[in-house]
């Protein structure tokens, strides 16, 4: 299993940005996908989940209405649309595998920093 995620970087707050994962090494269509994240001095939370199918999706209540999660299951890739980026939303991003609380493989996480 592999989930190598990207586009992380430096944003303004109120501004957007696009993560991706691309995973390999499992049949991707099979399970369901998650975004955590992890601010320094905090635990660990879980941002967004997706089904296998894309029909059913998860959000943690801070992103609703910001943040979108998706996926193309042509390219084995899982997408966080992320938008009107707040400093709090500053964090590493990790991609990983099952939906919800039930993961089991982790990406090696992207950096994302929100500010002026």
């Known amino acids: 299993v592999q989930l190598v995620e990207s586009g992380g970087g430096l944003v303004q707050p109120g501004g957007t940005l696009r993560l991706s994962c691309s995973a390999s090494?499992?049949?991707?269509?099979?399970?369901?996908m998650s975004w955590y994240r992890q601010a320094p001095g905090k635990e660990r939370e879980l941002v967004a989940a997706?089904?296998?199918?894309?029909?059913?999706?998860f959000y943690a209540e801070v992103v609703k209405g910001r943040f979108t999660i998706s996926r193309d299951n042509a390219k084995n890739t899982v997408y966080l649309q992320m938008n009107s980026l707040k400093a709090e939303d500053t964090a590493v991003y990790y991609c990983?595998?099952?939906?919800?609380?039930?993961?089991?493989?982790w990406g090696q996480g992207t950096q994302v920093t929100v500010s002026s």
């Open positions: 990983t595998r099952g939906f919800r609380y039930n993961v089991d493989s």
């Open positions: 090494g499992f049949t991707f269509s099979s399970y369901g």
């Open positions: 997706i089904t296998n199918g894309g029909l059913n999706t």
